[in-house]
Structures are given as structure tokens and as C-alpha cells.
């Protein structure tokens, strides 16, 4: 079964500092991964994906991701945190039916 | 997304009471999703459809049940509410004929306490 997994419930980092969110997953056959943002009373927004191809990909508000076949690992990434990038994220793989399976979502806090 | 549209935004009911949550999407698309969110379970499905003749359980639809009303409306009911459905729930649409089936659009989200 496809499986995705957030190790971090909550991160926190200094304003200006590199931020790094955690995702592994579990798939049979080639990984459709996705990044999603939940901000304070809002539903999901879309970040980014990776379906095929560079395994740098680039997303929303300054966000990327790395995939790393070899660790099964998709990782969230900013250069320089902003405090209003402070919300959930979560880590999520399609699985055979099209549906997507979520991750337990990691909390980050980014401090002025 | 203010394409995904949900009501109630919030609600407060009492054990055994029958509730609907009610989501619509003026995004055209055919595929709808209902999910809840509880802190550290992150989002679980509950039902799905991908279009308005198809309907499938998702991986917690005991207690629950969907109408697919046109595709624009997919309504979630909870027959006799209990307090274990308190939770956070969301609507979400995604289009398979524009090649985006993968992004999911998400509602704002409907908050149900169940005392």
C-alpha cells in the first residue's frame, strides 16, 4: 500500500534561516508526491508535486522539494523562512485509484 | 479556494442528531472528495466521486453516508452523530480532463462538535 510518512510533528525556525520539512514514502512503481499548506482556519492549498522528471521541483511562494529516489524521500525546502510561512504542511502520494493518502502533517513555526 | 464552497462553516449538535455538511464547486470539475482531519492523524477520506453516477467508501465512511447531488454538490451526512465524529471536515474537487487530476482543490472546511 502507498504510504507516506512526516517524522517531525513541529519544526520551528529563526526568520532568514533554511527551513526543511520531512517526508518518506512508500509506493510501489514510480511515486506521484505532493506537497500541500493548511494555514490557520483555511482548507488545503496546493504547494507543489513531482510526477517525473528534474528532482528539484519548484512551487508556490518560494518553496521547493527534492525527490531522492534512493532514501525515498521528499522534502520540503525554503532558502530563507518568512514568520507567515508558519502554518501546517503536509506530505502526500497518489495512490493506484488516483486518490491521494495523506501524511500526519508536520507544524512549523517560524520565529521573528 | 473560494471556487469549493462548504456549509456550515461551524457547527454544534448533540449526540444521535442526524447532520448534512454540504459542499458545492462552481471549478467544473468531477471528481469530489469529503475528508476529516484530526490533530496528528493528518486528513483521512471518507467518501469519494469521480463523477456524479460514481460513489466509492473511502478509508473511514462507517457512520457516514454522500449524496452526489449534480456535479457541482457532494453532501456529506452523519446519520446519528457521536461525539468520536468531532472533527475538522473538508471538501475537495479535482479534474481529470484538464490534466490536473492530481491537485486537489480544497473548501475552507466545516468544524462539527458533537457533545
Redesign the interface.
Known amino acids: 500500500a502507498q504510504s507516506v510518512a512526516q517524522p517531525e ?1 513541529q519544526v520551528n525556525v529563526a526568520e532568514g534561516n533554511p527551513l526543511t520539512v520531512k517526508c518518506t514514502y512508500s509506493v510501489s512503481g514510480n511515486p ?1 508526491l ?1 506537497w ?1 499548506v493548511q494555514y490557520p ?6 504547494l507543489l ?1 513531482y ?1 517525473t522528471g528534474d528532482n528539484l521541483v519548484k512551487g508556490s511562494y518560494g518553496f521547493e522539494a527534492e525527490f531522492n529516489k534512493s532514501q525515498t524521500s521528499f522534502h520540503l525546502k525554503k532558502p530563507s523562512a518568512l514568520v507567515s510561512d508558519s502554518a501546517l504542511y ?1 506530505c502526500a502520494v ?1 495512490d493506484y485509484t ?3 493518502i ?4 508536520t507544524r512549523l513555526q517560524v520565529f521573528p | 479556494d473560494a471556487d469549493v464552497t462548504q456549509t456550515p462553516r461551524n457547527r454544534i449538535t448533540k449526540t444521535g442528531k442526524r447532520i448534512m455538511l454540504e459542499c458545492s464547486q462552481t471549478k467544473g470539475h468531477d471528481r469530489m472528495y469529503w475528508y476529516r482531519q484530526d490533530p496528528g492523524l493528518g486528513l483521512r477520506l471518507i467518501y469519494y466521486s469521480f463523477d456524479v453516477k460514481d460513489i466509492n467508501k473511502g478509508e473511514i465512511s462507517d457512520g457516514y453516508s454522500v449524496s452526489r447531488q449534480a456535479q457541482a454538490k457532494f453532501s456529506l451526512s452523519l446519520e446519528s452523530a457521536i461525539p468520536n465524529q468531532t472533527a475538522l471536515y473538508f471538501c475537495a474537487t479535482s479534474d481529470l480532463r484538464t490534466g490536473g487530476r492530481d491537485t486537489q482543490y480544497f473548501g475552507p472546511g466545516t468544524r462539527l462538535t458533537v457533545l
Open positions: 510533528d506521484y505532493f500541500y482556519n483555511r482548507g488545503l492549498q496546493f508535486k510526477i503536509f497518489r488516483d486518490k491521494l495523506f501524511g500526519t502533517g
